[in-house]
Nanobody
């Protein structure tokens, strides 16, 4: 079972950058595809980015393409979300999630596919 802990959130001005980290506690991190999701107040949770088990495949929501980059370090049991050119509409609680999969290349964009979730980290972008 994976326990996921996000960090790196905070308050930033529009146009600024943040790097989110997600640390996993299990011994089988490399068997999980990982994803980042976010939920703004009064809105449903939405997909942000995903990365395959191997790290060779990535996927992004249209709203963040070109601004966010997901990466992982299987040796450190960690996944990251580098965010640049932040906008006020990026304000949300950001969650990382893990999906156990046999396959090394697919990415997963639907929240219901993920078995494990972190508690989230708040990102606030001021205008």
């Amino acid at each position: 079972q994976e326990q996921l802990v996000e960090s790196g959130g905070g308050l930033v001005q529009a146009g600024g950058s943040l790097r989110l980290s997600c640390a996993a506690s299990g011994r089988t991190f490399s068997t999980y595809a990982m994803g980042w999701f976010r939920q703004a107040p009064g809105k449903e949770r939405e997909f942000v980015a995903a990365i395959s088990r191997s790290g060779g495949g990535t996927g992004y929501a249209d709203s963040v393409k070109g601004r966010f980059t997901i990466s992982r370090d299987n040796a450190k049991n960690a996944v990251y979300l580098q965010m640049i050119s932040l906008k006020p509409e990026d304000t949300a609680v950001y969650y990382c999630a893990a999906h156990s999969t046999y396959y090394s290349t697919p990415v997963f964009a639907r929240g219901r596919e993920y078995e494990y979730w972190g508690q989230g980290t708040q990102v606030t972008v001021s205008s």
